[in-house]
Every structure is written in C-alpha cells, then in structure tokens.
C-alpha cells in the first residue's frame, strides 16, 4: 500500500500514563474480531513523555475508516478529546509524525482528515483543532 492520505482518530479514552496501546490492540482483535489493530500508528503518554506506537505495517491495509482504509494510514491519539484539548506534548509529537509521514510519502497536507469526515464520530475530538493541526504540521520544519 502506498498511502495518499492521513486521517487522524482519538482513542475516546483517558490516558491513563501506562500502555493502553496494547488494550486498543486486544479490542479490535477479539471484540472486532479483525487481524490486528486497526491504526498504523499511536501516540500515547508512557509515563511521562509521548510515545510513537507501531500498529499494522504499511504493507497492510488498515481497518480504521470504512471506504478509506485502502490509501490512507491510520493515526490514533490515545485520549478522549471531546472532553479536553490535546497536551501540548502530545500535540508536537503528533505534528513530528504526520510531518514525517507527508515528506516519505509525498502527502500533501490537504489530504490530512479527520475520521469525522468519513464517519458519524468526534474523530479526533471536538477539542482537536484540525486546521490549527494542519497549519502546525505545514510550519514544521523537520
């Protein structure tokens, strides 16, 4: 798979500073009854800074959005942001990925979405400011 696109998710739960990454992955598995989890990628706090989780590898198709997962990779910010902003931290390591995603992959940054545009979802969270998000990752310079 070569991804055309980005779309962005939250995991509708609290960060709770441990590795919930694992119980993402158990849900989608055993509840969904899908191979794998369904992201390719994770951002969650692990004690006390965030941390760039691994889920399908590219050469898989993802199982995040319905109708999109054949060019697109998946990203979840492990939080619920219908209820709080993003931390700051959480924020820039999210903006260092997808930035790093869009130069390997040559995606420009109007294909960076919201799961919210594919689904009847707050995907990232109606307080995850995605032209700000777009705007940052547009600005960054790595």
Known sequence: MTPTRIILHHSLTQDSGTVSWGAIRRYHTTQNGWKDIGYHFGIELVWEH????????????????????????????????????????????????????TNVFGIPASEIH?????????????????????????????
């Open 50 to 101: 965030y941390e760039v989780l691994m889920g399908r590898m590219f050469n898989e198709v993802g199982a995040h959005t319905a109708g999109q997962n054949n060019n697109s990779v998946g990203i979840c910010f492990v939080g619920n942001f219908d209820l709080a902003s993003p931390a700051p931290a959480l924020w820039k390591v999210g903006v260092k990925l997808v930035k790093s995603l």
């Open 114 to 142: 919201a799961h919210n545009e594919y689904a009847q979802k707050s995907c990232p969270g109606k307080m995850f400011d995605m032209k700000r998000f777009v705007l940052d990752v547009l600005k960054t310079g790595i």
